[in-house]
């Protein structure tokens, strides 16, 4: 799986929101690519599927300098896979589809990736007492809402994916690759990500509103756990495509996903 220009996009990152989710493994396993090479990965017994929205500023192609960049909010459900491609299995992450409120971001994006970057409306409100974060289609249909507090160090996390904050950041620095539907017809586009914020916490989190609830009723996804991370540097690198029915073992792609 090779791309001539492997571009990359990055930015600053202000604000990383994680909602995650668990899910029985064979249910998640019916909402993958029927392809050989992915598997849900097991936390505890659960799948993981998460909502992720970002806040970026300076968003540019690599190298350009960040002061010629756009500040966008992006978001996306990603669901937590084993990628059994290559030689030895290793965590990735497959992203539903890409969101923007960018428009000039949505357009080249969906070039770049080759796969396609959806336009939305988004916010993410600071009070005093909480965070309201929102995204919905540009028709009005609402994406995801929720009401994030940070959580008392105190109080004893009720999530049974992860055991403390150091189990999630394991969790999520282990998965830096990606695939999503391409744009092309039988492919998926592998997008790897890699992110130096050093910063994360825990936060008591209220969903609202799911969208995916409504995509997979039958799926019965529980809220288990938020995280927030800030600052550092967000890049993501497009490595070209693969077929979906392509052999297991060509493909060779390099380990380097919202």
Request: proline share 5%; net charge neutral.
């Amino acid at each position: 799986m090779k791309s001539v220009l492997n571009p990359s996009v990055y930015g600053h990152l202000i604000d990383r929101y994680l909602f995650n989710f668990r899910v029985d493994p064979e249910v998640l396993q019916s909402h993958l690519p029927p392809v050989g090479w992915l598997r849900p990965r097991v936390i505890n017994g659960y799948g993981v599927v998460s909502f992720c929205l970002l806040r970026l500023e300076g968003v540019t192609l690599w190298p350009l300098p960040l002061q010629l960049g756009f500040d966008t909010i992006s978001c996306a459900y990603r669901c937590a896979v084993i990628d059994k491609s290559g030689t030895n299995p290793e965590p990735s992450v497959y992203v539903l589809g890409r969101n923007t409120n960018l428009p000039i971001a949505g357009r080249f994006g969906s070039i770049l990736f080759s796969g396609a970057m959806n336009m939305i409306r988004s916010s993410i409100e600071t009070l005093q007492s909480h965070v309201n974060i929102r995204a919905s289609f540009l028709e009005g249909q609402e994406l995801f809402s929720a009401k994030a507090r940070l959580q008392q160090a105190d109080i004893k996390s009720s999530s049974k994916l992860f055991g403390s904050l150091e189990d999630f950041v394991d969790f999520i620095k282990g998965g830096e690759s990606s695939y999503t539907p391409s744009t092309r017809k039988d492919r998926y586009s592998r997008v790897d990500l890699t992110e130096d914020s050093s910063y994360y916490e825990s936060v008591d989190a209220t969903i609202d509103y799911s969208w995916l609830d409504r995509l997979w009723p039958e799926a019965k996804l529980v809220f288990d756990s938020a995280f927030h991370a800030r600052g550092g540097r967000y890049r993501l690198k497009y490595l070209g495509s693969v077929p979906a029915h392509q052999d297991i073992h060509l493909l060779q792609a390099p380990a380097t996903g919202c």
